[in-house]
Nanobody, 125 residues
């Protein structure tokens, strides 16, 4: 069983930045074999892929809507994956979730077995 806990959400003015964290834990958990994805869900919308990072941090994918503004990184020694969000826009307002899976990054939420509880990000203009 793998547990993921997100933190770092909050209220921020447009143009500002936030950094989300996703800490993984679990019995016999080995972060070195998991890819991690970040997803978001705005009210009334489906959960969509934001970005992902593979297990060793040398491969990334980003949604077009966040390319050049969001950066994903990981610190395996801390079992933590980060989502640095810059130049935030009101359209970025959503609940953000991290999820992980064995193997490579994918953009499909159904491919991810483990999910956090989500953290709210609200961007006001």
């Amino acid at each position: 069983q793998v547990e993921l806990v997100e933190s770092g959400g909050g209220l921020v003015q447009a143009g500002g930045s936030l950094r989300l964290s996703c800490v993984a834990s679990g019995r016999d958990f080995n972060i070195n074999i998991y890819a991690t994805g970040w997803f978001r869900q705005a009210p009334g919308n489906e959960r969509v892929f934001v970005g992902g990072i593979n297990w060793n941090g040398n491969n990334f994918e980003y949604a077009d809507s966040v390319k050049g503004r969001f950066i994903i990184s990981r610190d395996n020694a801390k079992n933590t994956v980060y989502l640095q969000m810059n130049s935030l826009k009101p359209d970025d307002t959503a609940v953000y979730y991290c999820a992980n899976r064995l193997g490579i990054i994918t953009t499909e939420s159904q491919d991810y077995a483990n999910w956090g509880q989500g953290t709210q990000v609200t961007v006001y203009s």
